[in-house]
């Protein structure tokens, strides 16, 4: 409703749907855009927009939290469970609003940071001290929750050249990546200890949650850069420089961020190919990023190698994966597909307008899922069914497929158990 009154946009330039449309990518971190940010909306709606994407990227889950504490009344023992699980993983009796407490000061670090070196960076550069400012602070809340918004009309396009903006959008995107209970883990560890005390020195050892996010991250980054350097770029990145710089930025971007820093629509179909499938595993859990998340990916890996083994145990990193992890773990994979399956075909019988291939649409339908937000061009071509299938996407990709499915359908107890029968297969 805020981005629809006419104070915020330019007159007649954004319908309700668009605003609905808008609202929904910056809440949940996406970055796609059916009108221009830069010019169409004012900057009152800019605000309104930063505010959403700091919403959705802080997470419903810890603005509840907070609000029920400065409301004084306390949270149910379910509710504490599924921040236990989501955030955490520690005791239940935990104290939450230090612990939200800690999430929202890193988070206002990393960001005002961030703004620090871009904003010394623009000012380099354009000698406007105010207008450095701002887009800092947009760019910088914007990469740090992975959304990918920018105030600029062509994204990161025309800053490519700039190193040091690159490298803090980068370091910003990955850190929001990471999940706030890996971020946490590392904030406890650059405390001295002797502010914590001798019996509470923090153990050497990283978590297991912890040492796969960072494992997964890194090898992701990597084989995403070596993949987009072999399989091509486009005709405008003619040095190396240029060359390593775009495939390293679109490695980091691809995985929910949303920024680029080349043409996407003019890219190789192959390089697509591999955006795609890293949009598709997206970000780490309790982060700003979306898909099926890392950790989901790494369990994938393990549990397929242990049965091409022969193993009835699933091991990642010397632990032992847990059954019903190993159960939700395949039943999100599972819905994550059909859904972008039936997404896809939805989007092919809707966007049949001229230039719209089937890579742009499967392109278009993995980057709402996984909430980055990058687009071949097809966002702003898109019919109104289009553009609510794109909503209702963006809104599963954010809250995720296992979520909703758990609560649609009922649980049931069913105690008959059904004669077995052999089925030939492969």
Avoid at 110 to 130: D, K, P, Q, S
Avoid at 138 to 163: E, W
Avoid at 264 to 270: H, I, K, V
Avoid at 308 to 314: A, D, F, I
């Amino acid at each position: 409703m805020f981005l629809w009154l006419p104070w915020s946009h330019q007159p007649g330039k954004v319908s309700f749907l668009n605003a609905l449309f808008t609202s929904t990518s910056a809440v949940c971190v996406t970055g796609l855009i059916v009108v221009d940010t830069s010019t169409v909306y004012t900057t009152f709606g800019q605000v309104v927009i930063l505010l959403l994407i700091q919403t959705g990227g802080l997470g419903v889950m810890t603005f509840a939290a907070l609000t029920f504490q400065m409301l004084g009344r306390r949270l149910s023992l379910q509710s504490q469970m599924v921040l236990h699980d989501s955030f955490f993983q520690q005791d239940i009796g935990s104290d939450f609003r230090h612990l939200f407490f800690r999430i929202l000061m890193t988070t206002v670090a990393i960001e005002a940071v961030g703004m620090m070196v871009i904003g010394l960076a623009l000012f380099v550069r354009t000698g406007n001290w105010g207008q450095s400012c701002y887009s800092a602070l947009f760019h910088s809340i914007s990469a740090f929750c992975n959304a990918g918004f920018s105030i600029y009309k062509d994204s990161l396009v025309d800053l490519r050249d700039n190193q040091i903006i690159l490298a803090a959008i980068m370091l910003l995107i990955i850190a929001g990546g990471l999940g706030h209970a890996v971020l946490l883990e590392f904030w406890r560890r650059l405390q001295p200890v002797w502010h914590q005390g001798r019996d509470q020195t923090p153990s050497r050892f990283w978590s297991t949650h912890a040492r796969v996010v960072w494992r997964m991250t890194c090898c992701l980054i990597v084989i995403g850069t070596l993949g987009i350097l072999f399989f091509g770029l486009t005709k405008d990145e003619v040095g190396w420089v240029e060359r390593v710089s775009g495939a390293l930025f679109q490695s980091v971007t691809a995985r929910t961020a949303g920024f680029n820093t080349v043409n996407c629509g003019a890219l190789p179909l192959s390089s697509l190919m591999l955006i795609i499938m890293l949009m598709f595993i997206g970000g780490s859990p309790g982060s700003c990023a979306g898909g099926i998340k890392t950790t989901s990916f790494a369990i994938w890996l393990a549990e397929m190698r242990s049965k091409l083994r022969g193993s009835q145990e699933v091991k990642i990193l010397d632990r032992q994966v847990p059954p019903e992890i190993l159960w939700r773990n395949t039943i999100l994979i599972r819905l994550a597909a059909a859904w972008n399956i039936f997404g896809i075909f939805l989007l092919l019988y809707t966007e049949t307008g001229p230039g719209v291939g089937m890579h742009d649409v499967v392109f278009e339908q993995i980057s709402a899922f996984g909430t980055v937000g990058l687009s071949t061009g097809l966002t702003e071509k898109l019919s109104v069914v289009g553009r609510l299938w794109i909503i209702l996407t963006m809104f599963i990709g954010r809250v995720g497929p296992l979520t909703v499915a758990m609560w649609i359908i009922p649980e049931r107890h069913v105690m008959i158990r059904y004669p077995r029968g052999r089925i030939m297969i492969g």
